[in-house]
């Protein structure tokens, strides 16, 4: 079952077209989602080469149906998560920095409802939790994209911090996957650096 599963996994980056994706080496510290998050990965990962927002980037280890991991990178008030896919009739919800945790986990479900085609959404459990020496919080989610019977499990860990939403995710299919890599991903999370928050002085 192991072996059948890795092949599926290894035939699936195969297929991906030429220059989907650009390796990340382990070892070097990089800055993600064209923000000033840097992640310092233990292990080789694959960069997407399209980005599913203007500060977002995805991440996998056998391809983007298998295991993903992306990147928000300092949402800024009055901006959305992803790409708009039907700004006139379906227009995404914005993050705003007044925010709480509640209300992240809310915009993170609206904006997969409708960039995703996601009807089935869930989210799980919302807890505190330290993100890049900061007070964040991580929440589990499951969903199944639109036109797929495959039960997808999520985990996102992030913080408000300087009046931006930084953010990173994790989504694999429930079956063998999602447990598979949830370590990998945990130590991305844990590797992550963003900066304080503005103080002004008067």
Known sequence: MRKVAMLAA????????????????????????????TIDPPIDWNRQQSRPGRNAEAWTLDGIPLNEVTFYGGIEGGKALFKEVDRKNKPLPVFKSTMLTPDVVQLFEASYRIAGGSSLFEVGAVEPAEFAGHKGFRFRY??????????????????????????????APAIHYFDHNLADYRALVASARIPGPQVTVE
């Open 142 to 171: 499951t969903f199944t994209l639109e036109g797929e019977e495959v039960k997808r499990l999520g985990e996102g860990t992030g913080a408000v911090v300087g009046r931006k939403l930084w953010l990173i995710t994790y989504e």
């Open 10 to 37: 290894a035939l699936a980056l195969v297929a991906a077209p030429a220059g989907a994706y650009k390796l990340v080496a382990h070892g070097a510290r990089v800055a993600v989602a064209k923000s000033e998050m």
